[in-house]
């Protein structure tokens, strides 16, 4: 699959439809996006339009109708829960809407179990979860369990956990979305360093502030993409504001 070589994520044609109880809920009714290396896309739209299934479908935790995903060039679709769980751990940071800590753990546990669940040993793992902990400006909780943490640090967190296998993709689920405007400038800060460390992100929010941070706002509706899609071009004409923000530019370069 050499269609754009640069591409982390490509998704074709994707539909997903849940069995509710009155009626069937199309989600996903034919999406396709396309994601370079090093982008960092907001993903936008109203509740409901298909937002966190749509990264759920990426990161494989729940299987496609139809359609076609490719992530680091692998398949996504059609896969069996072992070759997913594989690439999971290989390709995918995921941070959670609801970030879905381990409160049995503690902080630094929380951190280093995905580098343990793929197989490093737990000293490496844990040392690399230190490292990440010092990044996120944490450290001092790392024997602490994730109930005891402010929102802020509960997130922060959840983004440590997110890149302990050094993630190809990081997908983030409205990552400031539980906390106060000071906290969401903190992860969004974060998040954007680590965009201009070369990780490639894909974000949902409602923020459009929040939004700006990132290179390219890809919006959905009714479960389908929303506006022109790479591949076609980088910016599509109705997000002007996202195409004068470049990762390189002041306004995304925030303090660090
Ligand atoms: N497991 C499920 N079973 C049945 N319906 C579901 C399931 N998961 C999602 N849906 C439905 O699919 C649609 C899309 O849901 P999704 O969670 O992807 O929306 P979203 O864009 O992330 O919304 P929000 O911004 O509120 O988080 C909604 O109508 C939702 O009710
Ligand atoms: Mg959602």
Do not use: W, Y
């Not at 370079?36 to 109708?65: H, Q, W, Y």
């Not at 690439?87 to 902080?107: A, P, S, Y």
């Not at 197989?119 to 994730?146: C, F, N, Q, W, Y």
């Amino acid at each position: 699959m050499s269609e754009n070589t640069a591409a982390v994520l490509t998704a074709r044609g994707v539909r997903k439809t849940f069995e509710a109880e009155n009626a069937p809920v199309r989600a996903l009714r034919g999406v396709d996006l396309t994601v370079d290396r090093g982008e960092f896309v907001a993903l936008m739209g109203p509740s409901g339009c298909g937002k966190s299934t749509l990264l759920n479908l990426i990161a494989g935790l729940d299987t496609a109708d139809e359609g076609r995903i490719m992530v680091a060039d692998e398949e996504v679709t059609g896969r069996t829960e072992d070759d997913l769980a594989r690439l999971r751990r290989r390709h995918i940071g995921i941070i959670f809407q609801f970030f879905n800590l381990l409160e049995g753990m503690t902080v630094l546990e929380n951190v280093a179990l995905p580098a343990v669940i793929a197989g490093r040993k737990r000293r490496m793992a844990e040392t690399r979860a230190r490292d990440l902990l010092d990044l996120l400006g944490i450290s001092d909780k790392a024997a602490a369990v994730p109930s005891v943490l402010s929102g802020g640090q509960r997130q922060r967190l959840a983004i440590a956990r997110a890149l302990a296998n050094e993630p190809t993709l990081l997908l983030a689920d409205e990552p400031t979305g539980a906390l106060d405007s000071d906290g969401g400038a903190e992860v969004i800060e974060l998040l954007t360093r680590l965009h201009r460390g070369g990780q490639t992100i894909v974000m949902v929010t409602h923020d459009a502030n929040v939004a700006h941070a990132a290179g390219r706002v890809v919006r959905m509706r009714d479960g389908r993409i929303a506006e022109p899609q790479p591949g076609d071009d980088r910016v599509g004409p109705a997000s002007a504001a996202s195409a004068t923000i470049g990762p390189a530019s002041p306004a995304a370069a925030g303090a660090s």
